[in-house]
């Protein structure tokens, strides 16, 4: 199979799809790799080191599109990306489409078979594909929160750990999953007093037993939500609903009564967001004002620290794009009901149930797309 590369075109998004060493390991069974001239460059992957692990390189995002069978990307393509798709063409990255109808539609009239990353499950349960980046994002959140609490950022002048005399800040954490639970490692670190509320008690009695005392755990609804947003320094939003658009937990009523210069950081932006008053930023201009409130909403925040992220991240989704490239995506997926999950559109439809439902589609099951095939 010709896979393809093309360097990212997000605003500040400098992760690559693949890196040499898993350009190595398809080259090494076989297949070629088509890569965008600088594509890893700004992460210090240069076009050399593509060209010793086998790959082509090119000097157009274009011939990478019209060569390759297989596009593996990072972030959703974009609206000129989208054009360039064709039918049957697999490509294979993060879309997060239930809050994206622009994407999806062009998705949809590509004809391509489109792959999610976020989507894809593991045998032990989870999303592992999306759990190195929110791994990532939930520990950025603090050092994001941290920082805009500084009053020269428009916050309220708070350091989280406080000092000997002066009691710490306050973070809460809404979610305590991959990304809720590597937030509040970070906060804890920092000395922050820590407030973690979810729904599902199993979990909130695990961190319970890791970390007793140094945080406080609550079951999350409308009441415990509003009383822990209302006295915290620094709100950090990380629940996911997987495929789907997430939902509003902290209403712009709530954050009108929060502390002026406090500091709200969305990492559920991708999926929509789970502040009321959320709209997704960029690393360019990544905060905007509500109410004396600072949002932090930038969509793609482990964009930040891309060299860190695109190992992670390659770690994670080089077994997948094997099996695709060594077997097609029919079998593969045919072969793998957890590979099956992350497809997100096929051939003009919408093959994820949450996306199709949060977007007005009739749902077309993946099964039924492997039919015949």
Known sequence: MLVGVPKERKNHEYRVGLTPPSVRELTSRGHNVLVQAGAGAAIGLSDGQYQSAGAEIVVQASEVFERADMVVKVKEPQPDECRMLRPDQILYTYLHLAPDPEQTKALVESGAVCIAYETITGPGGGLPLLAPMSEVAGRMAVQAGAHYLEIAHGGRGVLLGGVPGVAPGHVVVIGAGVVGTNALQMAIGLGARVT??????????????????????????????????????????????????????????????????????????????????????????????????????????????????????????????????????????????????????????????????????????????????
């Open 196 to 373: 973690v509320l979810d729904k599902s008690v199993d979990r909130l009695r695990q961190l319970d037993l890791v970390f007793g005392n140094r945080i406080t755990t609550a079951y999350s609804n409308a009441q415990s939500i509003e009383d822990a947003v209302l006295d915290a320094d620094v709100v950090i939003g990380g629940v996911l609903v997987p495929g789907a658009a997430a939902p509003k937990l902290v209403t712009r009523e709530h954050v009108g009564k929060m502390k002026q210069g406090a500091v709200m950081v969305d990492v559920a932006i991708d999926q929509g967001g789970c502040f009321e008053t959320s709209h997704a930023t960029t690393h360019a201009d990544p905060v905007y004002i509500v109410d004396g409130v600072v949002h932090y909403c930038v969509a793609n925040m482990p964009g930040a620290v891309a060299r860190t992220s695109t190992f992670a991240l390659n770690n994670a989704t080089i077994g997948h794009a094997i099996a695709l490239a060594d077997k097609g995506w029919q079998r593969a997926m045919k072969e793998d009901v957890h590979l099956r999950r992350g497809l997100n559109v096929c051939k003009g439809n919408v093959t994820y149930q949450a996306v199709a439902r949060d977007l007005g589609y009739k749902y077309v099951a993946p099964e039924a797309m492997l039919e015949g095939n």
